[in-house]
C-alpha cells in the first residue's frame, strides 16, 4: 500500500485544472462537473441516513471545501465539518454530539408515550 498523498485533478471553470489532497474520507468526485468554480469544489463521506416507513427523516455526511471562503462558516468550509439535512448546516463536533444529545433526548419522549399508549386500556376506544 503507497504512503503518497492521495491526490485527485478536478477541471474548474475559473481556474482550469485543479490538484487536491483527497482525504481518505472521501467517496470520490464521480459527479464532478467541470463548469464548477474552484471554491465550490467539497469532498463528500459516506452518507448516513436515517429512514423510517420509506420517508428520509435525517442524513449527514462528512464534507470538506478546500478554496471555500469562510463567510457563512454554517454552510461549511476549509474545516472538515458534518453537513446535516435536513437542517441545513454544517457541524463542528461539538455541535454534532449536542445533535445527537438531542436526538436521544427526542428517542426518550418518544418512548414515553409508546409506553403511555400502552397503558391507555383498550387503546381509548369506549
Ligand atoms: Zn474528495
Redesign the pocket.
Known sequence: MSTEPRT?TLATSDHGDVT?L??AW?T??SHHDPEMLRADLI??GPLAECVYLGRDLLAAEIVQSPFATPSAPELGGPTAGVSVFPLGKTLSPVQLYDLAAALDGYADRLRDMADQLDRIPDGGEQ
Open positions: 485527485i487536491l483527497e482525504p472521501c470520490g468526485h469532498h463528500t
